[in-house]
Structures are given as structure tokens and as C-alpha cells.
């Protein structure tokens, strides 16, 4: 296709020594892709969705995974972390062929809009009932797909960990324990009922375990 020779083209050279070729966005040396990986766009105030989370076709899985590389090399990302990441991508590599989200194709975007800030997201507390506040700044992610428990009178012991045996025909599994969660009865007890709730909404959204 040929370009109009008075549009800015990006940039990048590819690693195989050949140019993007695609139409740079305003006041800019790059276009879209590569703005966005190489120096980073803007994005709406308070997103919900990380930008790695994105995955809405086969090349967002892609730059997602570069993002991972990129995070785990510079050491912005724990190795626990970057697993549980890319098994999710893995899932979706997996999924994309049934996934469609090209509705509504058009023309491809040559300049990032200017989101208007987010609404405050405080509401007010009635009186007499406390706010609380969770502060993740030290939370870590693990992936963990088998758990084990034990109690006594004054603790509920809560043993979480990963099956490291890939051939399920071996006659023993490896399972390397990741942490180890010390409940008090009450705790416990919170937990059964806030996982109860949560697998009944599972089951009604996606249909019932087995």
C-alpha cells in the first residue's frame, strides 16, 4: 500500500534491520505500537485494567509477553509474579482462536486522546460503620494450585504450594510448598464463608465445579 510521502513514518528498525514503516502519531517519531512499548502512551486516569492485562487478540498477547521480559529483566517484576503472569498468557494463547473482540473495525489512531480525570472514588461511610482501606504497596502474587490444612484448638494451619510433576503418570507428585497461612478459628471462619460466596458466584457465573 502506498503511503502519502507527506505522513511521518516511524522510526523503529526492526531487529532484521528493516523500518516499521507505519504512520508515526503526531509529534512523534513513532507510531502507536512502538510509542507505546519503547516510550509509553498515556492512559485513562485510574484504569482499571493494567496494560499488560489488555489481551484482546493474538498481537496484544505478544506485547503483553514483551512487557513481561522487559519487567523481569530491569528487576521490576518477582519471578512468582512473572509466572503467574504467563500463565495467564498461556491461557489465553490458548483461548484467542474462540475470542473476537473485531466488532467494529476502523481507521488506526494517529494521536492519543486527553482523557478527562476520573470521578473521586470515595463514597461516604454511614455513621457508625468504619472504611477500610488495603494498602498493596508489599502484596506479592503467587500462583499456588494445591493447598493443605491442619488445625488445633487455637489455629487453623493453611498450606499453599505448586505441583512441579508435569507427567501425571509418575507414580509420586512433587508439590514445593510456597507459603504457609497460621490462622486464628474465627479468621478461618470468615474465610470459609467468603469462599463459599465466591464459589457460588463462580458456578452461577460459569457453571458448577466437579
Not at 3 to 23: D, E, F, L, Y
Not at 39 to 55: D, E, F, N, Q
Not at 142 to 157: D, I, K, M, Q, W
Not at 176 to 191: C, D, G, N, V
Request: overall charge positive; glycine content about 4%.
Amino acid at each position: 500500500m502506498a503511503i502519502n510521502r507527506n505522513i511521518r513514518i516511524c522510526t523503529h528498525i526492526k531487529v532484521n534491520g528493516t523500518r516499521c514503516g507505519s504512520p508515526a502519531l503526531r509529534e512523534e517519531v513513532f507510531c502507536y505500537f512502538h510509542q507505546r512499548m519503547i516510550r509509553g502512551v498515556r492512559t485513562p486516569p485510574k484504569s482499571r485494567l493494567h496494560p499488560i492485562a489488555l489481551i484482546e487478540d493474538g498481537s496484544s498477547i505478544q506485547a503483553s509477553l514483551m512487557e513481561i521480559i522487559n519487567a523481569v529483566v530491569r528487576n521490576h517484576m518477582d519471578l512468582s509474579r512473572a509466572r503467574v503472569v504467563l500463565r495467564a498468557l498461556y491461557i489465553a494463547a490458548k483461548n484467542s482462536h474462540a475470542a473476537n473482540f473485531d466488532v467494529f473495525h476502523s481507521s488506526i489512531v494517529d494521536e492519543i486522546p486527553q482523557y478527562p480525570a476520573a470521578p473521586p472514588a470515595d463514597t461516604p461511610v454511614p455513621p457508625g460503620q468504619q472504611k477500610v482501606r488495603f494498602d498493596n504497596t508489599n502484596i506479592k502474587s503467587t500462583y499456588c494450585n494445591v493447598c493443605n490444612a491442619t488445625s488445633t484448638r487455637e489455629e487453623v494451619v493453611i498450606n499453599f504450594g505448586v505441583n512441579k510433576t508435569w507427567d501425571m503418570g509418575t507414580p509420586d507428585l512433587e508439590v514445593q510448598l510456597e507459603h504457609r497461612i497460621i490462622l486464628s478459628p474465627f479468621a478461618a471462619k470468615r474465610l470459609q464463608d467468603l469462599l463459599a460466596r465466591l464459589i457460588a458466584e463462580h458456578e452461577q457465573r460459569y457453571g458448577k465445579l466437579s
